[in-house]
């Protein structure tokens, strides 16, 4: 039984490290940094919409909320535009 609440954790520390993976990376603004970026955000948005429809009787919207958002705005934060600021 220890072992299947063991692979449960590791599962739930993959999707939320790939989120949080993404997140510290959109602020990187090389190349190389937003593809890691897009991998790793869209890597979390799969899993956590997989946890949240899985486990959708219990609280899995809430645990699949948290990367889908760190996701979400990791690839908001990797595509926006710095505008130049006004004279």
Same mark, same amino acid.
């Given at each position: 039984?220890?072992?299947?609440?063991?692979?449960?954790?590791?599962?739930?520390?993959?999707?939320?490290?790939?989120?949080? +993976?993404?997140?510290?990376?959109?602020?990187? /603004?090389?190349?190389?940094? !937003? *593809?890691?970026?897009?991998?790793?955000?869209?890597?979390?948005?799969?899993?956590?919409?997989?946890i949240? +429809?899985?486990? *959708?009787?219990?609280?899995? +919207?809430l +645990?699949?909320?948290?990367?889908?958002?760190?996701?979400?705005?990791?690839?908001?934060?990797?595509? /926006?535009?710095? !505008?130049?600021?006004?004279?």
């Open positions: 039984m220890e072992s299947l609440a063991f692979l449960a954790v590791l599962i739930l520390l993959f999707i939320y490290s790939s989120a949080l +993976i993404a997140f510290g990376l959109s602020w990187i /603004r090389h190349l190389v940094g !937003k *593809i890691f970026t897009i991998v790793f955000a869209v890597i979390g948005l799969i899993t956590g919409i997989w949240s +429809i899985t486990l *959708i009787e219990g609280n899995g +919207i +645990i699949g909320l948290t990367p889908i958002l760190l996701s979400g705005i990791a690839i908001w934060n990797t595509f /926006r535009i710095n !505008k130049p600021a006004k004279p």
